[in-house]
């Protein structure tokens, strides 16, 4: 039998959340640090993935930017 947590490391990384899926462990130990409840931890868990969305999404935006600039030249 499958424990729940590895039901949910399987979850993440068939939805492609990468980032909470290599996190979750340090998230899940700073929620039971910070006694959050289960929103503030799925809060703190897809912030993690968020972040780095965005972090991936700046760089892409600014290659694409810059290979425009060049390409004009």
């Not at 490391?9 to 998230?27: F, I, T």
């Not at 929620?31 to 931890?41: K, P």
Request: charged share 30%.
């Amino acid at each position: 039998m499958i424990s729940t947590y590895q039901r949910l490391k399987d979850n993440l990384e068939y939805l492609k959340l990468k980032k909470a899926n290599e996190s979750l462990d340090e998230v899940i130990d700073f929620i039971t640090a910070n006694e959050l409840s289960f929103t503030e931890g799925l809060l703190r868990l897809t912030d993690v993935e968020m972040d780095h969305r965005k972090t991936n999404l700046i760089k892409a935006m600014k290659l694409k930017i810059l290979t425009l600039i060049s390409n004009h030249q």
